[in-house]
């Protein structure tokens, strides 16, 4: 396998999630040759997936943490082989926006993939976690807007996730995807909003993306790819 450092791959296509194809395609065992730390999801919506260190983590519907099998799948994730670029201190409460700023600062091209660690004290911390569906699989609007949020303070942990270029529209999701898991492996999920007492932020800027579309082609075949999913996706959200 070539070398991995700088690439940012990742399993299936966003606009194949929201239209719906929840069955996983790739197994964790498999995800976890590509890199050693990611985001994600796993078959069937079943929760958020964060893996950091070479390990993966699933945080499911109940807000418990757990270690899945290699051989659970995933639909969508994002991993990469994590050599930070940019390292930086954090040392007064931060709010999310504002680390966001400081690494769109710090890395300002925007036109890059940039995978991000943040490993820190959160005086708040705000996810939610995608409860596992059933077919026929509803729209992904319904499945986000119904998922339970969890609240959590003074919580030490690290956040994982990605800054993805714009021209990703559909392929992945452009700007920040976040995810977090608490250092005591009890809580996490997808980040809402949080607000950091202190902490050190790393962004490695990856120049290489690698797509693994879904070896059963069935999976896309009936899809209309040429719709703009995304819009589609947004505007459902913004009416529930």
């Known amino acids: 396998m070539r070398n991995m450092t700088d690439t940012v791959t990742q399993v299936s296509i966003l606009d194949a999630l929201l239209a719906s194809r929840f069955d996983g395609c790739l197994s964790c065992?498999?995800?976890?040759?590509?890199?050693?730390?990611?985001?994600?999801?796993?078959?069937?919506?079943?929760?958020?997936?964060?893996?950091?260190?070479?390990?993966?983590?699933?945080?499911?519907?109940?807000?418990?943490?757990?270690?899945?099998?290699?051989?659970?799948?995933?639909?969508?994730?994002?991993?990469c082989r994590f050599a930070p670029d940019l390292t930086w201190t954090v040392s007064e409460p931060t709010a999310g926006d504002a680390?966001?700023?400081?690494?769109?600062?710090?890395?300002?091209?925007?036109?890059?993939?940039?995978?991000?660690?943040?490993?820190?004290?959160?005086?708040?911390?705000?996810?939610?976690a995608l409860p596992v569906q059933s077919k026929p699989y509803p729209p992904v609007a319904e499945v986000v807007t119904a998922c339970p949020q969890f609240e959590m303070d003074g919580v030490s942990g690290t956040i994982v996730g990605f800054r993805c270029p714009p021209?990703?529209?559909?392929?992945?999701?452009?700007?920040?995807?976040?995810?977090?898991?608490?250092?005591?492996?009890?809580?996490?999920?997808?980040?809402?909003?949080?607000?950091?007492?202190?902490?050190?932020?790393s962004v490695d800027i990856c120049s290489n993306h690698l797509v693994i579309l879904p070896e059963d082609a069935a999976a896309l075949a009936d899809v209309d790819l040429s719709k703009d999913l995304v819009k589609e996706f947004e505007e459902a959200l913004s009416h529930h």
């Open 29 to 79: 065992g498999e995800l976890l040759k590509r890199g050693d730390l990611g985001i994600g999801t796993f078959d069937r919506m079943d929760g958020e997936m964060i893996v950091v260190d070479g390990r993966i983590f699933q945080v499911k519907a109940d807000g418990k943490v757990y270690t899945p099998d290699p051989e659970t799948t995933t639909p969508f994730a994002t991993i």
């Open 99 to 128: 680390v966001k700023t400081m690494i769109d600062e710090k890395a300002s091209n925007p036109n890059v993939f940039c995978a991000v660690r943040v490993e820190g004290v959160f005086s708040h911390m705000r996810t939610h």
């Open 167 to 201: 021209f990703v529209k559909g392929i992945n999701d452009p700007g920040y995807h976040l995810h977090f898991i608490s250092d005591d492996k009890t809580k996490g999920g997808h980040v809402r909003e949080f607000v950091m007492d202190r902490g050190e932020c």
